[in-house]
């Protein structure tokens, strides 16, 4: 039973710095290629950093420059650095992850989510 659990959300002001960690279980990590999507209310979820097995990344150009996915395959995790906030990166957000050296941003193309964390950034 493959299992995501986000942490690290929380309310920050604009310019503000925020770290989100996955933790994975249940599969051994090397073998996935992760994602971090998010969704604001009212909005469909969007693809924001992908991470494949190598380490090669691909992201929204919405976020190019001010996040940074990265993985620890040793410990299991998944980490989203987000600097410069905005309000508009407000959102819950999810990691996921599918068996495939594959980059991919697009949200059907994953096959196991986590519950989310969420992202509240204030002007």
């Known amino acids: 039973q493959v299992q995501l659990v986000e942490s690290g959300g929380g309310s920050v002001q604009a310019g503000g710095s925020l770290r989100l960690s996955c933790v994975s279980s249940?599969?051994?990590?090397?073998?996935?290629?992760m994602a971090w999507f998010r969704q604001a209310p009212g909005k469909e979820r969007e693809g924001v950093a992908t991470?494949?097995?190598?380490?090669?990344?691909d992201y929204a150009d919405s976020v190019k420059g001010r996040f940074t996915i990265s993985r620890d395959n040793a410990v299991n995790t998944l980490y989203l650095r987000m600097n410069s906030l905005k309000p508009e990166d407000t959102a819950m957000y999810y990691c996921?992850?599918?068996?495939?050296?594959?980059?991919?941003?697009?949200?059907?193309?994953?096959?196991?989510w986590g519950q989310g964390t969420q992202v509240t950034v204030s002007s």
């Open positions: 249940g599969y051994p990590a090397s073998v996935y290629s």
């Open positions: 991470i494949n097995t190598g380490g090669v990344t």
């Open positions: 996921a992850a599918r068996r495939t050296w594959l980059l991919s941003l697009v949200v059907g193309s994953y096959n196991y």
